[in-house]
C-alpha cells in the first residue's frame, strides 16, 4: 500500500501546521494508522497514533500541542500541529497497519506500509 503525505513546509516558531496521509486500501476503517518523525542525526521516533475506535496515543513531548484524526470517508489520517517549537523540524512519515482492529502501537515494527515522509522546518 503507497501512503502518500502531504502538508509539510517552512514555519515559524508557534506557528501551526496540519499533515495530511492518504491510503488507498478499502479496508481502511479497520486499520490503525500511525505518525513518525525523524531529526537529522537521530533515529526515527514515535509521534502519534489512532486506531479503528478513534483511540489515540501520542509521545510525551507532543501531548497537548499534536492532534491525531482520521476521515474514514476518504480514507485519511491528519496530524494537527499547534505550537511548533525548533524541535519539532524533522522528516515526519505516516504508517499503515495491517493488523485488523490492531491499536494504536507507538512501536514502528508493528506498521507494515510507510510514506516518503514529508520535510517540516520549524524556523527561530
Known amino acids: 500500500v503507497q501512503l502518500v503525505e502531504s502538508g509539510g513546509g517552512l514555519v515559524q516558531l508557534g506557528d501551526s501546521l496540519t499533515l495530511s496521509c492518504a491510503a488507498p486500501?478499502?479496508?481502511?476503517?479497520?486499520?490503525?494508522m500511525g505518525w513518525f518523525r525523524q531529526a537529522p542525526g537521530r533515529d526515527r521516533e514515535f509521534v502519534a497514533a489512532i486506531d479503528w475506535r478513534y483511540n489515540t496515543t501520542y509521545e510525551d513531548a507532543v501531548k497537548g500541542r499534536f492532534t491525531i484524526s482520521r476521515d474514514n470517508l476518504v480514507n485519511t489520517v491528519l496530524l494537527q500541529m499547534d505550537s511548533l517549537q525548533s524541535e519539532d523540524t524533522a522528516v515526519y512519515y505516516c504508517?499503515?497497519?495491517?493488523?485488523?482492529?490492531?491499536?494504536?502501537?507507538?512501536?514502528?515494527?508493528?506498521?507494515?506500509?510507510w510514506g516518503r515522509g514529508t520535510q517540516v522546518t520549524v524556523s527561530s
Open positions: 486500501i478499502r479496508t481502511f476503517n479497520s486499520k490503525a
Open positions: 504508517a499503515l497497519r495491517l493488523l485488523k482492529f490492531g491499536g494504536p502501537s507507538s512501536h514502528s515494527e508493528d506498521y507494515d506500509s
